[in-house]
């Protein structure tokens, strides 16, 4: 299931039905789990560890050096996960001594085509990055967050569960779990209504996310008031929990 054209460090670990197309390397440090697809010209660069069942199209780049001045050659990692779909031109880079030292990717993702992952982000599970989206270095994402196509992350900034970006949005701060943001500078739009249908939230719990949108970004009350009176949503209904916790530890502050 290995071409006779590709080229593989002799130390990396991979599994007995791992299949490697054509003029793609592998190279040291790199551990590959049963199951995964690798289609031509594509190169995987270590410490790299990729789990079960992932498809990786031709030509991305996985676990290349980081994309940071301050590199200077530490070894540091990249983690993949299972069942990720990462399609052509994605790149993926390793994590810098300066965080954790690792890039993170969960399970059941999909990256289209020319995403860029930077330096020690962590991404969670079942999350999609449309074309061409690009995060900066020590972004997170968190599971069932969308980012359109286009989308740019900047650094240190957090995306929160169930959350979406339209098409080609500028994200400069953090998005709160289940809102919507579009623009350029981003602004929040609403709540991500039709993908928390999709994904069975009751009618309730999201009818409690709109009121919470419309205290925290159209009412005309003071932020504290709007807060407390989201406290109080938060203690009948664990989504707005999720929300109302995450606005208390965000750090870069929130799209409004």
């Known amino acids: 299931m290995i071409h006779q054209t590709a080229i593989i460090d002799p130390s990396a670990n991979i599994a007995d039905n791992v299949s490697i197309g054509p ?10 789990g049963e199951g995964t697809e690798i289609a031509p010209h594509v190169v995987i660069k270590g410490p790299t560890t990729i789990g079960k069942d992932n498809r990786i199209f031709q030509f991305a780049s996985i676990g290349e050096q980081p994309q940071d001045l301050k590199y200077a050659g530490q070894k540091t990692r990249l983690e993949i996960g299972d069942r990720n779909t990462i399609r052509e031109y994605v790149t993926l880079n390793r994590g810098t001594v300066e965080d ?51 989308s740019t992350v900047h650094q240190f900034t957090r995306i929160g569960a169930h959350s979406f970006s339209g098409f080609a ?31 069975d939230f009751s009618p309730e719990s999201i009818k409690a996310l709109q009121n919470a949108f419309k205290l925290l970004v159209k009412s005309p009350i003071a932020h504290k008031d709007a807060m407390n009176r989201v ?16 606005i208390e530890s965000s750090e870069r502050g929130w799209i409004r």
């Open 100 to 150: 954790r030292g690792v890039t993170t990717i969960g399970n059941d993702n999909l990256f289209m085509t020319s995403c860029h992952v930077a330096h020690d982000c962590v991404i969670g599970d079942h999350v999609i990055l449309a074309n061409a989206v690009a995060l900066a270095g020590h972004v997170r994402v968190d599971d069932y967050a969308i980012l359109g196509g286009y």
């Open 23 to 32: 003029y793609s390397v592998i190279e040291a440090e790199v551990e590959i």
């Open 169 to 199: 949005t500028a994200i400069d701060r953090d998005i709160l779990p289940f809102f919507t943001v579009a623009g350029n500078r981003a602004r929040a739009v609403g709540i991500n209504k039709e993908g928390l249908k999709r994904r």
């Open 231 to 246: 406290e109080e949503l938060a203690g009948e209904f664990v989504e707005v929990k999720q929300l109302f916790d995450f």
